[in-house]
């Protein structure tokens, strides 16, 4: 009952406070090192669309979502998506544990321990969490706040098929979609399981 008002509570300041950038707008590059002590910026992860979710240990309704964050990450890391965890913590003890009991098993978790006083919550306007941006390729935020299903939606309708590569009954190679997109590719991969199949 307390986790279902303190969220209610959250929605009613979502509601009163522009939180975070706006969709549209270039993500602000950043500089971090992992608590594995690996630098990271975000110029590095352009090319592939990257998640940005800030959240920290204490906060329930990001331990609530971070089950929505391991099933995308489990489902789409390998068509080029992955996720960069900024926590809020001020205890790198508590944000490992948190890490390690939700199962967040990528491998950009970053944390200054300056909770709300990081400069980077600040050059992401960052007023309440959870918060997270989908970054596009190129660096631009194509959507915010995606919670539950929303995010694996967005996912699924946005980010680049995964591409295998095929040999037909000619032993031509041909790079298509896993999941065929239309009857090309599927009239592709059936002809490629025949040859192969003789």
Same mark, same amino acid.
């Given at each position: 009952?307390?986790?279902?008002?303190?969220?209610?509570?959250?929605?009613?300041?979502?509601?009163?406070?522009?939180?975070?950038?706006?969709?549209?707008?270039?993500?602000?590059?950043?500089?971090?090192?992992?608590?594995?002590?690996?630098?990271?910026?975000?110029?590095?992860?352009?090319?592939?669309?990257?998640?940005?979710?800030?959240?920290?240990?204490?906060?329930?309704?990001?331990?609530?979502?971070?089950?929505?964050?391991?099933?995308?990450?489990?489902?789409?890391?390998?068509?080029?998506?992955?996720?960069?965890?900024?926590?809020?913590?001020?205890?790198?003890?508590?944000?490992?544990?948190?890490?390690?009991?939700?199962?967040?098993?990528?491998?950009?978790?970053?944390?200054?321990?300056?909770?709300?006083?990081?400069? #980077?919550?600040? *050059?992401?306007?960052?007023?309440?969490?959870?918060?997270?941006?989908? %970054? =596009?390729? !190129? @660096? $631009?935020?194509?959507?915010?706040?995606?919670?539950?299903?929303?995010? #694996?939606?967005? *996912?699924?309708?946005?980010?680049?098929?995964?591409?295998?590569?095929? %040999? =037909?009954? !000619? @032993? $031509?190679?041909?790079?298509?979609?896993?999941?065929?997109?239309?009857?090309?590719?599927? *009239?592709?991969?059936?002809?490629?399981?025949?040859?192969?199949?003789?």
């Amino acid at each position: 009952v307390w986790y279902e008002s303190m969220d209610s509570y959250r929605t009613q300041m979502l509601q009163k406070v522009e939180n975070g950038l706006k969709v549209g707008f270039k993500a602000p590059d950043f500089e971090s090192i992992t608590i594995k002590g690996d630098t990271i910026n975000l110029k590095k992860l352009l090319g592939n669309y990257v998640l940005i979710d800030f959240w920290a240990s204490w906060c329930q309704p990001c331990r609530k979502e971070n089950k929505n964050l391991v099933e995308a990450y489990k489902e789409f890391s390998h068509r080029k998506f992955t996720i960069v965890s900024f926590s809020l913590d001020s205890k790198l003890e508590q944000l490992e544990k948190g890490i390690k009991l939700d199962g967040l098993n990528w491998p950009y978790h970053i944390s200054d321990f300056q909770k709300w006083r990081s400069p #980077i919550v600040s *050059l992401f306007n960052v007023k309440v969490i959870p918060l997270n941006y989908l %970054i =596009d390729p !190129t @660096g $631009k935020i194509i959507a915010k706040n995606l919670k539950g299903t929303a995010l #694996i939606s967005t *996912l699924e309708q946005t980010l680049p098929p995964e591409m295998i590569e095929i %040999i =037909d009954s !000619t @032993g $031509k190679v041909h790079i298509v979609p896993k999941v065929p997109l239309n009857a090309k590719d599927s *009239l592709l991969v059936e002809n490629a399981l025949a040859a192969k199949a003789k």
